[in-house]
């Protein structure tokens, strides 16, 4: 014998198809979270979940979307952290910021930004410099190469009146300063670490 008492088998009895019930309607809610998981491309985790769940009018605790989705195995994508290009030259005295902040023009070719960007290829990581007019949001020049030296930039220049960027080494380089000064450019850099002194 088990040495259970009967009030407590009875007890066990009762409780059976509550427990049972509680099952059920977890089940169906690892259901759900699995297809709130899946059309998020497996990118939600639960405090996203949780939102998602709220927003069709459940009443749900993260911390259970958090123990199903422990119990289930399901896990939202973690994101690394983005790694940046601007690499500023200490030695180089930076240009004033002759945009402000307003990355509007009136005239095509009175302003021209530039930045570079990575893009993760088969090959490796590929960079591309863009030099975009803001009067027309039109890209007027572009390069790419497999390093993001100043020869990349300088490729990518085009005449305007002010070539805006950020302070990275290579907009600080002799070389890109050299084609600014040929184009008869303004320079103009925003302050280092901040995105919005970019377009």
């Not at 890109?176 to 040929?182: A, D, F, G, H, T």
Request: proline letters at 3%.
């Amino acid at each position: 014998m088990l040495k259970v008492t009967r009030s407590a088998y009875y007890a066990y009895l009762a409780a059976k198809p509550a427990a049972e019930a509680r099952q059920a309607e977890e089940d169906e809610l690892a259901d759900e979270i699995r297809k709130i998981h899946t059309c998020s491309r497996g990118a939600y985790g639960a405090p996203r979940v949780t939102a998602t769940l709220r927003r069709k009018g459940r009443r749900i605790n993260r911390k259970k979307v958090e123990r199903i989705m422990r119990e289930r195995d399901i896990r939202g994508i973690t994101r690394r952290k983005r790694r940046s290009l601007t690499k500023a030259d200490t030695k180089a005295a930076p240009s004033p910021d002759l945009v402000g902040r307003d990355f509007t023009a009136a005239e095509t070719g009175t302003k021209l930004v530039s930045d570079i960007t990575y893009l993760p290829t088969l090959a490796g990581w590929w960079y591309l410099a863009t030099v975009i007019d803001l009067a027309t949001r039109e890209v007027v020049g572009y390069a790419m190469a497999a390093h993001h030296r100043a020869e990349l930039v300088v490729d990518a220049l085009k005449e305007g009146c002010i070539a805006h960027s950020d302070r990275g080494s290579e907009y600080t380089s002799g070389e890109y300063r050299k084609l600014i000064r040929e184009l008869k450019l303004r320079q103009s850099m925003g302050r280092t670490g901040s995105c919005y002194d970019n377009a």
